[in-house]
């Protein structure tokens, strides 16, 4: 295959294509925060790509979905950062562990690579045909445009409405970042790199290397699943025994070790599956028998540390953070569902894209949740049985938990909700959260804060 673009009109097609995703992004997604634009875009790039794998895409389209329904920033973020990482699978794919892992990042990677390749490509074909009368035709809208929209007032207001307001640098970053983005998409469709490579990973682990250390640590987790199963049944009153805390303190104290227990344990099911000879039938055995108890038992590790969380959070209060390893966790409890599924036949291909794949399905996930809004109906249930709440942490959560604050009571709304104000923007910037957080502090009486 040439160094360049294989032909002087795919050369200008995909310059064109670049410079057209860029546009589209620069008009119609806002870029500092969530918005129905995020979805739009995500369409049109992958309509414009049109070769991709549709399942990675659709999962992509999802992702930046969210921006239409919540308004919390750092969830969108997230949301954002994993459906660039589907989109980028999308069009590299990848099924082992590795081509996965690369798949995911292969389109800012061959972004490097790719504006290069549409360079000589140019070279090759004289120049981008349609740059003259691209250039001529902005020179025109420059002059006409401006005329034009100060002659009459309504059509002033319409170019308003179509053209992003503010600072050009986010605009031009937007049209760049994309625009790169889409050019570097074709230059990985166009060159199709292999998606995974051969390991070259040697089993070396004899069955006497791996079966006893997983053999002791099954035997701990048993008995430490003994001790669990004795403290939940035993309540408040064997905890206040045995370890001279309450079950709240108790819950505290555990969660992070179980959490940090659950991940360690992951690897080394990962070590032991990936070095272990299996030579013979017994081999296979031991292999699934040893790894199936530990998987086995590492899930109720994650039932009893999600069971610590949620009594914790219901003693001192629910936040962001605390939501957030929540669900991070059970989603490990999945990826351990998903190891006993491989184990079974001792065989994982699909594992990568199962565990990739649930991982952004648990976002996808979390952003129906709505965690801010959750978190404000969580701590307000709190409220009603304790008589304890944190109107401060509840005025920094987003937009998303206006319509539960605004249950309170007046003094405490008040407090909660002290100079909110939800800007309306552009259809750019429509979102279902914000729509009804604007709705909702409309119709509410205006009260002062005493605190």
Do not use: H
């Given at each position: 295959?040439?160094e360049?673009?294989?032909?002087p009109?795919?050369?200008?097609r995909v310059?064109?294509?670049?410079?057209?995703?860029?546009?589209?992004a620069?008009?119609?997604?806002?870029?500092?925060?969530?918005?129905?634009?995020?979805?739009?875009?995500?369409?049109?790039?992958f309509?414009?790509?049109?070769?991709?794998?549709?399942?990675w895409a659709?999962?992509?389209?999802?992702?930046?979905g969210?921006?239409?329904?919540?308004?919390?920033?750092?969830?969108?973020a997230?949301?954002?950062?994993?459906g660039a990482a589907?989109?980028?699978?999308a069009v590299a794919?990848?099924?082992?562990?590795?081509?996965?892992?690369?798949?995911?990042v292969?389109?800012?990677?061959?972004?490097?690579?790719a504006?290069?390749w549409l360079a000589?490509g140019?070279?090759?074909?004289?120049?981008?045909?349609?740059?003259?009368?691209?250039?001529?035709?902005?020179l025109?809208?420059l002059v006409?445009?401006?005329?034009?929209?100060?002659?009459?007032?309504?059509?002033a207001g319409?170019?308003?409405?179509?053209?992003?307001?503010?600072?050009?640098?986010?605009t031009?970053v937007?049209f760049v970042?994309?625009?790169?983005?889409?050019?570097?998409?074709?230059?990985l469709l166009?060159?199709?790199?292999a998606?995974?490579?051969?390991?070259?990973?040697?089993?070396?682990?004899?069955r006497?290397?791996?079966?006893?250390?997983v053999?002791?640590l099954?035997?701990?987790f048993a008995?430490?699943?003994?001790?669990?199963?004795?403290?939940i049944?035993?309540?408040?009153?064997?905890?206040?025994?045995?370890?001279?805390?309450?079950?709240?303190?108790?819950?505290r104290?555990?969660?992070?070790?179980?959490?940090?227990?659950?991940v360690?344990?992951?690897?080394v099911?990962a070590v032991a599956?990936?070095?272990?000879?299996v030579e013979?039938?017994a081999?296979?055995g031991w292999?699934r028998a040893?790894l199936?108890?530990?998987?086995?038992?590492t899930l109720?590790?994650?039932?009893?540390?999600?069971?610590?969380?949620?009594?914790y959070?219901?003693?001192?209060?629910?936040?962001v953070l605390?939501?957030?390893?929540a669900?991070?966790e059970?989603?490990?409890?999945?990826?351990?569902?998903?190891v006993l599924?491989?184990?079974v036949?001792?065989?994982g291909?699909w594992?990568?894209?199962?565990v990739?794949?649930?991982?952004?399905?648990?976002?996808?996930?979390?952003?129906?949740l709505n965690?801010?809004r959750?978190?404000?109906?969580?701590?307000?249930?709190?409220?009603?049985?304790?008589?304890?709440?944190?109107?401060a942490?509840l005025?920094?959560?987003?937009?998303?938990a206006?319509?539960?604050?605004?249950?309170l009571p007046d003094d405490?709304?008040?407090?909660a909700l002290?100079?909110?104000v939800?800007?309306?923007?552009?259809?750019?910037?429509?979102?279902?959260?914000r729509?009804?957080?604007?709705?909702?502090?409309?119709s509410?009486?205006r009260a002062?804060?005493?605190?």
């Amino acid at each position: 295959m040439s160094e360049g673009v294989s032909t002087p009109a795919s050369a200008n097609r995909v310059l064109l294509t670049g410079a057209g995703a860029g546009i589209v992004a620069a008009a119609v997604a806002p870029f500092d925060v969530p918005g129905v634009g995020w979805p739009l875009l995500a369409v049109v790039v992958f309509a414009l790509l049109r070769r991709v794998r549709w399942g990675w895409a659709v999962l992509s389209v999802l992702l930046f979905g969210t921006g239409a329904l919540v308004a919390a920033e750092w969830l969108f973020a997230l949301c954002a950062l994993a459906g660039a990482a589907a989109g980028s699978l999308a069009v590299a794919g990848g099924r082992t562990a590795r081509g996965v892992f690369f798949g995911a990042v292969a389109v800012p990677v061959a972004a490097v690579r790719a504006l290069p390749w549409l360079a000589r490509g140019l070279r090759s074909s004289g120049g981008p045909k349609l740059a003259r009368p691209v250039v001529v035709t902005l020179l025109l809208l420059l002059v006409f445009v401006p005329l034009l929209a100060g002659a009459d007032a309504a059509f002033a207001g319409v170019l308003g409405s179509a053209v992003p307001q503010g600072s050009a640098v986010p605009t031009a970053v937007l049209f760049v970042s994309v625009g790169v983005g889409v050019v570097a998409c074709l230059y990985l469709l166009e060159r199709r790199p292999a998606e995974d490579g051969v390991s070259v990973l040697p089993r070396t682990f004899q069955r006497r290397d791996w079966a006893l250390p997983v053999g002791a640590l099954v035997v701990l987790f048993a008995g430490f699943v003994a001790v669990q199963v004795t403290a939940i049944l035993g309540g408040d009153a064997y905890v206040l025994r045995t370890a001279g805390l309450t079950y709240a303190e108790y819950a505290r104290r555990g969660f992070w070790q179980l959490l940090a227990v659950t991940v360690l344990t992951l690897g080394v099911v990962a070590v032991a599956a990936r070095f272990a000879r299996v030579e013979s039938p017994a081999d296979r055995g031991w292999l699934r028998a040893l790894l199936g108890a530990l998987c086995g038992l590492t899930l109720v590790i994650v039932v009893s540390a999600l069971a610590r969380m949620w009594f914790y959070q219901q003693a001192y209060g629910f936040t962001v953070l605390r939501v957030l390893v929540a669900a991070c966790e059970l989603w490990l409890g999945v990826v351990y569902l998903l190891v006993l599924v491989a184990g079974v036949r001792l065989r994982g291909r699909w594992l990568a894209r199962a565990v990739v794949g649930t991982g952004f399905a648990a976002l996808l996930g979390l952003a129906l949740l709505n965690p801010d809004r959750f978190i404000a109906e969580r701590n307000i249930a709190r409220w009603q049985d304790s008589g304890r709440i944190d109107t401060a942490y509840l005025s920094r959560l987003s937009d998303d938990a206006i319509p539960a604050i605004a249950t309170l009571p007046d003094d405490l709304r008040s407090c909660a909700l002290r100079d909110r104000v939800v800007t309306e923007g552009g259809w750019r910037e429509w979102n279902l959260a914000r729509a009804e957080a604007r709705d909702v502090l409309a119709s509410l009486p205006r009260a002062r804060c005493e605190r």
